[in-house]
């Protein structure tokens, strides 16, 4: 049990790492399209909880990230949003089931898994970096670095450099610190800082009280939506699913726990995934599924059992039971440069993963595939990098 379950302030800490990657989208779903609130971020703690119970270790979750950026540039529907997540869950109870991941497992090399994760990690660094210097399309949208803080600069500094910058330097010093967890500091830390600069809650009159969630608050989704969503957010997130939540995760999983992650192999991560997906559309809530950054995440902040997920489960479960529809001004508490600089620890730790590689022929499919991604998109770099690698393994082709 104690291998399996710690819960102690590495544990916390390890819990918080991945919150740059899910709070932006599931904040920006929630103000933009529409998605329930409280359904949203109940579904998220459940999935975390039952996964960590399951699994057994430190599961990520995360939301689907090419279906949330596209929906939230172009204020999709909530309806449209929920009709993805029951495609994407169907798809991949299927590709579970069947067993047909593993045949994709088996067709592809360790040098497009190694470019999958150098390729993600370089995304969350590029978004972390965008998030402190308040460029992201979430802050621009809201057209401010801080939408929620009083003070947008300190003199001619913009506040988001300022709380990014010490936040990291404080982050790089304490990240191997278990009495002070870098983690739990710099996010503990956002909290007072936006507390302090003039960030709210208002709970309205409601306050504090017990909230349930409703089934399918925005009805069922009509052909249209359906229709709509396979081809502009299911098949465009596929590719980016079955690399970076499949099959680059469940790698990195063996690599950081080794035996103790032997649950986790391609057939059940996509069931779980689907079966989140399904949960996650009844009430409300926005796409998730698994993913290789969001481990590195945890991770790399000092999460090594299943205890981290119990934690920022039950911390999500509980905000939405008790304050319902208000948890997003709750969370907006946390500055946004604070979530930047999680993102940049966890990008940084993920790209170290392509050191293993032996050949130059894999850099180089890892690296084309880093281009490909940076140029267009990880799953137009997934594809490439799969076709590359078959041709690279003739011998009179050399790099």
């Excluded at 067993?99 to 370089?122: E, Y």
């Excluded at 032996?358 to 076709?387: C, E, P, Q, W």
Aim: proline share 4%.
């Amino acid at each position: 049990m104690s291998e399996r379950f710690k819960f102690d302030r590495m544990e916390l800490a390890g819990s918080l790492g991945d919150l740059g990657t899910l709070l932006p989208i599931a904040i920006a779903m929630v103000l933009f399209n529409g998605l329930n609130p409280l359904g949203l971020f109940l579904s998220i703690g459940v999935f975390y909880v039952i996964s960590g119970i399951y699994f057994g270790i430190t599961v990520p979750v995360q939301p689907m990230k090419v279906i949330g950026a596209y929906a939230i540039a172009t204020s999709m529907s909530a309806n449209q949003i929920l009709a993805s997540s029951l495609l994407m869950g169907i798809f991949l109870l299927i590709v579970g089931l069947t067993g047909a991941i593993d045949l994709i497992r088996k067709v592809t090399p360790k040098s497009v898994i190694r470019g999958v994760q150098l390729s993600t990690g370089a995304l969350l660094i590029s978004g972390g970096i965008k998030f402190i210097i308040g460029t992201s399309t979430y802050q621009v949208l809201q057209q401010a670095g801080e939408p929620y803080l009083a003070f947008q600069s300190l003199g001619s500094i913009p506040i988001t450099l300022v709380i990014g910058t010490v936040s990291g330097i404080i982050t790089l010093l304490l990240l191997d610190n278990k009495k002070f967890p870098a983690g739990l500091i710099v996010v503990a830390g956002g909290l007072i800082t936006g507390l302090v600069l003039g960030a709210k809650v208002d709970l309205g009159s409601g306050g504090i009280g017990l909230n349930l969630p409703r089934i399918v608050p925005f009805g069922f989704p009509g052909k249209a939506d359906f229709t709509f969503a396979l081809f502009a957010l299911v098949l465009p997130q596929l590719p980016m699913t079955l690399g970076n939540a499949v099959l680059a995760y469940t790698d990195l999983s063996r690599e950081y726990f080794g035996d103790r992650s032997e649950k986790v192999t391609n057939r059940k991560a996509c069931v779980s995934m689907a079966l989140a997906n399904f949960f996650s559309f009844f009430l409300g809530g926005m796409p998730l599924c698994h993913g290789a950054g969001g481990l590195a995440a945890h991770y790399r902040f000092g999460a090594r059992t299943a205890g981290s997920n119990v934690i920022v489960g039950l911390i999500f479960v509980a905000l939405a039971l008790l304050v319902g529809n208000n948890i997003v001004k709750v969370l907006s508490l946390l500055p946004m440069s604070i979530l930047g600089v999680l993102l940049v620890y966890a990008g940084s730790q993920l790209t170290l993963t392509i050191m293993d590689l032996d050949h130059r022929k894999d850099y180089f499919v890892a690296t084309l595939i880093l281009g490909i991604t940076l140029a267009s998109n990880l799953a137009a770099g997934f594809i490439a990098g799969m076709i590359l690698a078959q041709l690279l393994r003739w011998d009179k082709l050399s790099v």
